[in-house]
């Protein structure tokens, strides 16, 4: 016996390759941008100036936001509501639906506000946030995968007296057509009289056509 279990939330492996791509070139345009910008600067005619590269890795991490905004609406409608409707790694999700807020709205911040007077401190709710951020995408896979459930589920014979199978009792039976019995009734000829030639009646059984 067998009872239904919700089957796992898991990504169609097109899907998940682009999930992982997008996150993967956020993270690492982001973190290229941060080594250039900190440790990479060049030499140039009045002293230190920045990498030739250093403003295509922030172009790059720009564009990878907003890819990002995409595909967060593609996981939102099925991946994220079936699990929370489910109960299944809701902990985890939601920091990562904050996290993911939290690095958007601060990535906005830094485009539009950012001024001499925040640019010590700004910053670094970004990306000290967004550095961080693949240890919690791991922790949360990780997690989704130790309590991924199993289509099917052997129940105990403990658990058979919740639902026992029904009886048949004389009033079920009773109720039942008996379609032999009225197939019998349907097909059978009632004898009919023959008269002879002397007068005398004898039965004959005629058929009918069928």
């Known amino acids: 016996m067998y009872k239904h279990l919700p089957l796992p939330i898991r990504f169609a492996k097109p899907h998940k390759r682009v999930l992982y791509a997008v996150f993967a070139l956020l ?3 982001g973190a290229l941008w941060l080594g250039f910008h900190y440790f990479l600067r060049v030499p140039g005619e009045f002293g230190e100036t920045a990498h030739p590269l250093e403003i295509w890795w922030l172009r ?26 489910l109960h299944k790694n809701r902990g985890t999700g939601f920091m990562m639906q904050s996290v993911l807020l939290w690095l958007s709205l601060t990535g906005y911040a830094l485009y539009y506000f950012a001024t001499d007077a925040n640019a010590v401190w700004l910053p670094l709710l970004h990306w000290v946030v967004g550095l961080a951020l693949p240890l919690l995408l791991v922790l949360h896979i990780r997690r989704g995968r130790a309590r991924s459930q199993t289509v099917f589920k052997p129940v105990s014979d403990s658990d058979t007296h919740l639902n026992p199978p029904a009886s048949p009792t004389p009033f079920s039976v009773a109720s039942q057509p008996n379609t032999a019995s009225s197939a019998e ?9 023959e008269t002879g030639a ?7 059984l005629v058929q009918r056509p069928r």
């Open 185 to 193: 009734r349907k097909n059978h000829v009632p004898p009919q009289t």
């Open 27 to 29: 993270w690492l345009s």
């Open 60 to 85: 790059l991490h720009g564009l990878m936001g907003f890819a990002m905004l995409v595909v967060i609406g593609s996981v939102l409608p099925i991946h994220t509501r079936r699990a929370w409707h």
């Open 198 to 204: 002397s007068g005398d009646s004898r039965h004959a």
